[in-house]
């Protein structure tokens, strides 16, 4: 069973940091993408940043210039350094990643179970 386990969320006011951790756990080969989703009220589920294994970043025009994105692949783990945060930064933010299962290419794709980002004014 695989596990997406999401830390660092809170409550911070705006033009304050944070820093999510993602780490991943279980049974697989390794792993491909990760990135982190976001999902306010009333809003539909938004890609924030993306990862690929070899470092390769890509960014919500929203976010570029303010958050960074980054993985440690010993760890299994994905980071978002978010600075510069603003009210509308508030959300829930979650970890997704595409796992291979085994050698042969079999994937899966996991979810986090979401850490909640307030940003007050």
């Known amino acids: 069973q695989v596990q997406l386990v999401e830390s660092g969320g809170g409550l911070v006011q705006a033009g304050g940091s944070l820093r999510l951790s993602c780490a991943a756990s279980g049974s697989f080969f390794s792993i491909n993408v990760m990135g982190w989703y976001r999902q306010a009220p009333g809003k539909q589920r938004e890609l924030v940043a993306s990862i690929t294994s070899g470092g390769a970043t890509n960014y919500a025009d929203s976010v570029k210039g303010r958050f960074a994105i980054s993985r440690d692949n010993a760890k299994n783990t994905v980071y978002l350094q978010m600075n510069s945060l603003k009210p509308e930064d508030t959300a829930v933010y979650y970890c997704?990643?595409?796992?291979?299962?085994?050698?042969?290419?079999?994937?899966?794709?996991?979810w986090g179970q979401g850490t909640q980002v307030t940003v007050s004014s």
């Open positions: 997704n990643a595409d796992f291979f299962l085994n050698r042969y290419g079999s994937g899966q794709n996991y």
